[in-house]
């Protein structure tokens, strides 16, 4: 088999990445409608990313923030998003670039993406267990923070469960093998 000199893969994951980019885009303008929210899974160690010395300490590899009911300063680029979200009351402003986030879920609608294929540490280092983009996704329910997740806004220990259940399409069922 050749070697994909045209990174499909890479392609495939920066038009996903799309999705997320517009959702925070309209966010921006004209806020979050109806139940929308946002859980975003990104990687503290990546390029690009900036975050307090205090957050990278409590989160030295991943965190989730929730974009829900507090947050402001809400801006968009083709290369990623700033906000700015109160973490134990101390308002803190986060950068961070798409190609940093691994997860984005909107629970409301039960729609999430995944992400990994291009995100590396050193050249040549892959993250483990990634080959690609495994989003569109529906999600049967809510990501339940892990112990380095951080959420915002009311009610931020409890995320909610959507009803109903959902299912997982995952788009290498569509490659060759």
Same mark, same amino acid.
């Given at each position: 088999?050749?070697?994909?000199?045209?990174?499909?893969?890479?392609?495939?994951?920066?038009?996903? =990445?799309?999705?997320?980019?517009?959702?925070?885009? =309209?966010?921006?303008?004209?806020?979050?409608?109806?139940?929308?929210?946002?859980?975003? +899974?990104? =990687?503290?160690?990546?390029?690009?990313?900036?975050?307090?010395?205090?957050?990278?300490?409590?989160?030295?590899?991943?965190?989730?923030?929730?974009?829900?009911?507090?947050?402001?300063?809400?801006?968009?680029?083709?290369?990623?998003?700033?906000?700015?979200?109160?973490?134990?009351? +101390?308002?803190?402003?986060?950068?961070?670039?798409?190609?940093?986030?691994?997860?984005?879920?909107?629970?409301?609608?039960?729609?999430?993406?995944?992400?990994?294929?291009?995100?590396?540490?050193?050249?040549?280092?892959?993250?483990?267990?990634?080959?690609?983009? +495994?989003?569109?996704?529906?999600?049967?329910?809510?990501?339940?923070?892990?112990?380095?997740?951080?959420?915002?806004?009311?009610?931020?220990?409890?995320?909610?469960?959507?009803?109903?259940?959902? +299912?997982?399409?995952?788009?290498?069922?569509? =490659?060759?093998?």
């Amino acid at each position: 088999m050749s070697q994909d000199l045209m990174e499909y893969a890479k392609m495939m994951e920066d038009a996903v =990445r799309g999705v997320m980019r517009e959702a925070l885009a =309209r966010t921006a303008a004209d806020g979050l409608p109806g139940l929308h929210h946002f859980y975003i +899974t990104f =990687r503290t160690t990546a390029p690009g990313v900036a975050i307090s010395d205090h957050l990278h300490a409590q989160h030295p590899e991943e965190m989730t923030i929730v974009i829900e009911h507090q947050f402001w300063d809400l801006e968009v680029t083709e290369e990623g998003f700033s906000i700015g979200l109160a973490f134990g009351g +101390t308002r803190e402003m986060l950068n961070i670039p798409f190609e940093a986030v691994t997860a984005f879920v909107d629970p409301s609608v039960k729609f999430g993406l995944q992400f990994g294929a291009h995100l590396v540490d050193q050249p040549g280092e892959q993250t483990a267990g990634q080959t690609g983009p +495994t989003g569109p996704t529906e999600v049967a329910a809510a990501p339940k923070p892990e112990e380095k997740s951080v959420e915002s806004g009311e009610n931020a220990d409890e995320p909610e469960d959507p009803p109903g259940g959902g +299912t997982v399409i995952a788009l290498d069922r569509f =490659r060759k093998k």
